[in-house]
């Protein structure tokens, strides 16, 4: 099974796309496929293989269902500028709105009248009506060009030229200003996620060569010149200069880089040209898995929009037969003329597109996912946005996320061994692990462990290690793997992180670690309960005295400590039920390495520092690509500001639409308020939906 990308060119019809989408997805070969309207991308998962016959098969389905669409395999696009044009359209509607307007100057007889307004009802509608004859012959009715046409049509055949005229022009500016207000909709989203790089620049023989970043290889060294954006991930192994970090992360202040520092792959290099070792391939680089994430986000779709989806697959058909019976059943019965019930049914045909909602609804999530990136905040996909906002629940992880994880040994405890020697041997025990604590104990021993000297070591999970350090063998853990072995500890009211060392026999030293705790976690913590958040939890597997202590210091409810792997996951099922039965929803926020079994199991999983940890990116719903816990907050504020915009679309068009249907039905209503059910509602909600990405 592979996934396979297309640019479907000249797609601007989102009633279409979902069409299209809803059939691929019924052949048998295709396991998923997934359009996304806003950057008129196809992806599709499928047994097939790339080729040219597939392509065919594809662009054949596509125009059974929409004339004018090219599908193009992704390595085929090219990225141009295109000659502008003249915009035929805005002259088609510019000649139709004088003739129309000198209509009314002029007198006409009967026959006059209909040849008059016939040729410019046919400037106006010629693409509607030959996209509607096209699809008529493959079988497509229910679109909304066969509805404007039996509309148009139909006014005419009751003699209501200058209104069949009116009808269509509007049609036809809304359609020009609704195209206008998607393709901004594109293009700011666009911008904001602007952050694929465009060369690179290589040593070549004694000169620099631009290339394309995939062409890099890992480890070639690459130069950034001021002004550029980072091409690859790497470490900077010449040069000093300042980043502009904020496509990535959303912040505004520059950030100093130096020899040896960890350099992402979207940054932009501000003040001196700097060389970088490149440490992964463009595929794998921290830009290109940001931008995939936000472009494969649409696929995964909120409850919200899958409403909308299936409403609009079956509201579309209804309510034409149900024009179709306010034209012939009423004058059945009630014997009065069919003229009148023809002229309410029409105005049916045209308020009952739906593609207010086709549009406006995904495009409001999209916003919303995009707004959300530009403040470095990547959601996966319109479901986790539309549960992130329903959190009453927040769960923290300490280490990495309320405290900085940046651990130093701050004192130790020696018995019947020298403190040298003690901190040795915990050092070369400790070699094989990336765990801060591991690392900060690695540094205060200063010097390089040799891992040849260390055997049978064994990681006791939750407690700690055992092994042997040339040939002795020891214990370095907490509390609880001291009790396991039964070697006594003193009792302690230290608020550090105790790291016990022993030979099995007896307690040989302690470590005492500390770890700072973030700036503003406080701060973060406080506005998360001033937006609504019932109860924010702390679990850690740290001693109780610790979390006691971090937790009244920053405001955090609930304090659990001393909790091993699966301890957290049992701690955690308990939140999950009390907050499911409340009619909340729960999240977990963690470092997106250690805490994979929770963050699975959270109603949303969310993961601190995406620019250090590949595993963040993978494992989480939702990354904050810095460690600012203050995203947080506003990660929740963009959701629900989301959530509010598409309801507030949902309610409009469907709300505009019952009430013009009503009036329609009562004969209450003309052709010119149903055209502004349809046309002037969708401009309306996806101008409001255009609000998500502020």
């Known amino acids: 099974m592979s996934t396979y990308k297309y640019q479907l060119k000249g797609l601007d019809c989102a009633h279409c796309a979902s069409k299209i989408e809803v059939k691929l997805n019924d052949l048998k070969e295709v396991e998923h496929a997934h359009i996304n309207f806003i950057q008129t991308q196809l992806n599709v998962n499928t047994t097939q293989e790339n080729n040219q016959q597939f392509v065919n098969e594809l662009q054949t389905l596509v125009d059974s269902i929409e004339d004018g669409i090219q599908v193009i ?8 500028i295109e000659e502008k044009k003249y915009d035929f359209d805005l002259i088609r509607i510019i000649i139709t709105t004088f003739g129309f307007a000198l209509g009314f100057f002029i007198e006409l007889t009967q026959w006059q009248a209909l040849i008059y307004y016939g040729i410019f009802y046919f400037i106006i509608a010629q693409d509607v009506l030959g996209t509607t004859f096209r699809q008529i012959s493959k079988g497509n009715w229910f679109d909304e060009n066969f509805l404007m046409t039996i509309a148009t049509l139909g006014a005419f ?8 005229i009116a009808v269509m022009l509007f049609y036809q500016v809304g359609e020009w200003f609704q195209g206008r207000a998607v393709d901004h909709s594109r293009k700011s989203i666009s911008d904001l996620m602007d952050i694929r790089p465009d060369f690179a620049w290589i040593k070549s023989a004694n000169n620099w060569t631009q290339v394309d970043p995939n062409q890099v290889a890992v480890d070639e060294i690459i130069l950034v010149k001021p002004g550029e954006k980072v091409p690859l991930d790497g470490i900077v192994t010449s040069g000093n200069s300042t980043l502009d970090t904020s496509a990535l992360t959303g912040e505004s202040l520059p950030q100093s880089i130096s020899v040896d520092g960890t350099i992402n792959s979207g940054v932009i290099n501000l003040t001196s040209p ?5 440490t992964k391939p463009f595929a794998q680089s921290t830009v290109n898995q940001i931008i995939e994430l936000v472009e494969n986000a649409s696929a995964k779709k909120a409850k919200t929009e899958k409403f909308i989806t299936k409403f609009a697959r079956y509201y579309t058909p209804i309510v034409v037969f149900l024009a179709i019976g306010l034209a012939i059943v009423p004058p059945l019965i009630i014997g009065s ?4 019930w023809l002229y309410r049914a029409l105005q049916f045909l045209v308020i009952s597109c739906p593609c207010a909602l086709v549009i406006s609804v995904p495009l409001s999530f999209y916003g919303g996912i995009g707004g959300a990136a530009k403040h470095g905040i990547l959601v996966k996909g319109g479901n986790y946005l539309e549960e992130l906002a329903k959190v009453q629940t927040m769960v923290l992880d300490k280490t990495g996320t309320i405290t900085k994880g940046n651990f130093a040994v701050d004192h130790v405890e020696t018995n019947g061994i020298d403190e040298a020697e003690l901190i040795e041997k915990l050092a070369h025990l400790e070699g094989h692990s990336s765990h801060p604590i591991a690392l900060s104990i690695r540094e205060y021993y200063g010097k390089d462990v040799e891992i040849e000297r260390v055997s049978e070591l064994e990681d006791i999970a939750g407690r700690g290690l055992k092994g042997k350090v040339d040939g002795q063998l020891f214990y370095a853990g907490n509390r609880q793997l001291m009790q396991d072995i039964n070697v006594e500890v003193p009792a302690t009211t230290s608020v550090a992180t105790l790291v016990y060392v022993s030979d099995g026999n007896e307690l040989l030293g302690v470590v005492q670690i500390l770890d700072q705790i973030k700036e503003d976690s406080k701060q973060a913590i406080h506005a998360l309960k001033s937006i609504g958040v019932d109860q924010v939890v702390l679990l850690s597997g740290d001693r109780q005295e610790t979390v006691d202590e971090i937790a009244e210091t920053v405001g955090v409810d609930v304090a659990l400590g001393h909790l091993l792997p699966q301890d957290k996951v049992t701690e955690f099922e308990k939140l999950l039920d009390q907050s499911h039965n409340q009619n909340g929803n729960i999240a977990f926020v963690g470092d997106g390495i250690n805490d994979a079994p929770v963050l699975a199991r959270a109603d949303v999983g969310i993961a601190m520092g995406g620019l250090g940890s590949d595993a963040a990116i993978e494992s989480a719903d939702i990354v904050l690509m810095d460690d600012a816990l203050t995203k947080l907050p506003t990660a929740i504020e963009i959701s629900r500001k989301t959530l509010k915009i598409a309801k507030q679309n949902i309610y409009l068009a469907i709300g505009i639409k019952v009430f013009f ?3 329609a039905t009562f004969g209450i209503s003309t052709m010119w308020e149903a055209i502004f059910a349809d046309v002037g509602v969708t401009i ?11």
């Open 274 to 278: 700097i060389e970088v070792q490149v």
């Open 157 to 164: 055949g009751i003699g209501e030229y200058a209104e069949a």
């Open 337 to 340: 003329g069919w003229e009148n």
């Open 684 to 694: 309306i909600a996806v101008f409001n939906a255009l609000r998500t990405l502020k």
């Open 661 to 663: 249907l009503i009036l």
């Open 73 to 80: 395999p992704e390595n085929e696009v090219i990225t141009s």
